[in-house]
C-alpha cells in the first residue's frame, strides 16, 4: 500500500492564481480531511469528508474548495490564491470517524 | 466545540534524561485523545492513542501517556531519551467529526 499520497510536494503560486492539491489513499478509508501548518498555530482542519459525495467544513474554510466523488481521491483547491494561504498541507484519512488519522507527506505552498 | 492546550512550546532535554510533555484538552463528552510526532520537514506518525479503558496508555518508542479525567489532562513521558526523539509533538483530540490539534511542543535533545 502506498498509504496517503499527495501532489505536488512543492508549488509556488501568484497571487489570484489557483490550483488543485491532489490527496489520494488506496486504504479504502472513509474518513478524509485537509488541514494546513503555520508555524505556532499547530494543524487546523480545512475541510474533511466522511465519505464519497460528502463534504463539511472544518475550522478555516474560507478561500478553499473540496469535493468527494470517490473514495480514495479527496482534492483542495485554492480558486484564488493569496499570500496568506502559505503553509504546508496536509492530507489523511482514517478508516472510519474517531480513529487514527494516517498523514500524507504534505505540500508546501508559497504565494507570491 | 473541543479544544487543545500544549502549555511548553519549547523543551530542552539532555540525552538520557527523562522527558514529559503536557497537554490539557477542553471537551464536553468521552474524549478520543491522541498524541503525533513530526520531524522536521517530514509529516506526522502516531505515538499513542486513548479511547477507553487503561488510563495509562503505551505507544511506539518508549512513549507512554496517562488520561487524568479530573484534570482534563493526556501528559506525554518517557523515561530516557535518545537524540532521535528531537521533533515536534502534537496533542489532539477528536470530536463532533473533527481532529483538534495543540500548537505542538518542540523537543531538542543535547549531547
Not at chain 1, 46 to 54: F, L, M, Q, R
Not at chain 2, 34 to 48: A, D, E, R
Not at chain 2, 60 to 81: D, M, T, Y
Not at chain 2, 85 to 103: I, N, P, T
Amino acid at each position: 500500500n502506498a498509504g496517503v499520497t499527495q501532489t505536488p510536494k512543492f508549488q509556488v503560486l501568484k497571487t489570484g492564481q489557483s490550483m488543485t492539491l491532489q490527496c489520494a489513499q488506496d486504504m479504502n478509508h472513509e474518513y478524509m480531511s485537509w488541514y494546513r501548518q503555520d508555524p505556532g498555530m499547530g494543524l487546523r482542519l480545512i475541510h474533511y469528508s466522511v465519505g464519497a459525495g460528502i463534504t463539511d467544513q472544518g475550522e478555516v474554510p474560507n478561500g478553499y474548495n473540496v469535493s468527494r466523488s470517490t473514495t480514495e481521491d479527496f482534492p483542495l483547491r485554492l480558486l484564488s490564491a493569496a499570500p496568506s494561504q502559505t503553509s504546508v498541507y496536509f492530507c489523511a484519512s482514517s478508516p472510519g470517524t474517531g480513529g487514527e488519522q494516517f498523514f500524507g507527506p504534505g505540500t508546501r505552498l508559497t504565494v507570491l | 466545540a473541543q479544544s487543545v492546550t500544549q502549555p511548553d512550546i519549547h523543551i530542552t532535554v539532555s540525552e538520557g534524561a527523562s522527558l514529559e510533555l503536557r497537554c490539557n484538552y477542553s471537551y464536553g463528552a468521552t474524549p478520543y485523545l491522541f498524541w503525533y510526532v513530526q520531524s522536521p520537514g517530514q509529516g506526522l506518525q502516531l505515538l499513542l492513542k486513548y479511547f477507553s479503558g487503561d488510563t495509562l496508555v503505551q505507544g511506539i518508542k518508549g512513549f507512554e501517556a496517562e488520561f487524568k479525567r479530573s484534570q482534563s489532562s493526556f501528559n506525554l513521558r518517557k523515561p530516557s531519551v535518545h537524540w532521535s526523539d528531537a521533533a515536534e509533538y502534537f496533542c489532539a483530540v477528536w470530536g463532533d467529526y473533527k481532529l483538534s490539534f495543540g500548537a505542538g511542543t518542540t523537543v531538542t535533545v543535547r549531547a
